[in-house]
Nanobody, 122 residues
């Protein structure tokens, strides 16, 4: 089983910054792509940013120029630096990873964190 622990959420004023962290515990899995998604009330969950093991990144249009995703493969940790936050960024942010089981029959699965609240006040 892969477990994801998220931190760094909270309340911030518009224009401020937050840094989200997500660490995966996976002793018998290889962590591949990692990413951050968000879901606001009444809306579908959407990709914010993702990053591969070789640091190829992908951003939602709304995040480009404001958010930066990075990772530390040795720590199985992904970060999301969010600057110039807007009230419309308010959502529950979820960390996601896909992982490959290293022992036994090969298997790849997606794993999700429990979600952390990000609230941007005006």
């Amino acid at each position: 089983q892969v477990q994801l622990v998220e931190s760094g959420g909270g309340l911030v004023q518009a224009g401020g910054s937050l840094r989200l962290s997500c660490t995966a515990s996976a002793s018998i899995f290889r962590i591949n792509d990692m990413g951050w998604y968000r879901q606001a009330p009444g809306k579908q969950r959407e990709l914010v940013a993702s990053i591969s093991r070789n640091d190829t990144t992908n951003y939602a249009d709304s995040a480009k120029g404001r958010f930066t995703i990075s990772r530390d493969n040795a720590k199985n940790t992904v970060y999301l630096q969010m600057n110039s936050l807007k009230p419309e960024d308010t959502a529950v942010f979820y960390c996601k990873t896909d992982a490959v089981r290293l022992f036994g029959p090969p298997r790849i699965r997606d794993y999700w964190g429990q979600g952390i609240q990000v609230t941007v006040s005006s």
